[in-house]
């Protein structure tokens, strides 16, 4: 029960792949990509944890693309 409130081990192994698939995007500083495949998990899973840190991740990306600018 602890697992699936803390979406543990429960969660689906299709949320997990997008995730890491986004994560991936970011590292390889794919921001258009990660943002719109972000956006539509957010769509489908809410405002998890795991999605706000992303979103995080790509908005420092955009300032430092930004300030690069």
């Known amino acids: 029960m602890l697992e699936e409130l803390m979406e543990g081990a429960a969660r ?9 698939t986004i994560r991936t995007l970011v590292d390889n500083d794919d921001i258009t990509k990660a943002k719109s495949s972000l956006d ?9 944890p795991e999605v706000l840190e992303l979103q995080a991740a790509i ?9 690069e600018a």
């Open 12 to 20: 689906n192994a299709t949320v997990d792949a997008e995730l890491n």
């Open 40 to 48: 539509a998990l957010r769509r489908k899973v809410g405002d998890i």
């Open 59 to 67: 908005q420092s990306l955009q300032w430092l693309e930004d300030d």
